[in-house]
């Protein structure tokens, strides 16, 4: 029979492990990222972010997406899209699109181009593209 001590001791050990990003992800602002150089279309991306309890990447500040370049290489799906309604650019986590990097003069708020890749251009900006297109992505989830 275990005493009091050593039980609180292994619930605070579990909570330490629980709280910890997994193995070869990064912790940033409470969130753990992960970038996957294997190419898929954004759809394709977003369900692999889903098997590890994430979606692709939503960005809330300019720090946040300066930490997020530091992780990628050229053209990355982020969790951004507007393809349900012109305009109304969604994150895929549910939360605020309320901090924006856009390339100029985008988004064109085409629905044939309506879903977000980052690293656009020399200025590594925002960019709304078709869904089909095949690049690497980056991963977000609770920590």
Known sequence: ??????????????????ADCPPAWTE????????DATVKTWVEAQAHCQLFGGNL??????DENAFIRTLTQGTTWLGGS????????????????LFRFWCPLKPDNDLTQ????????????????PCSAALPFVCARPL
């Open 82 to 97: 507007n393809c349900q309604t012109t305009g109304a650019w969604l994150w895929m986590d549910g939360t605020q699109m």
């Open 57 to 62: 990447a939503s960005v809330h500040s300019d």
């Open 114 to 129: 309506c879903c977000l890749q980052t690293n656009t251009g020399v200025n590594k900006c925002w960019d709304d593209v």
């Open 28 to 35: 940033y602002n409470k969130r753990c990222f992960y970038y």
């Open 1 to 18: 029979m275990l005493t009091g001590g050593v039980v609180l001791c292994a619930i605070a050990a579990l909570a330490t492990a629980q």
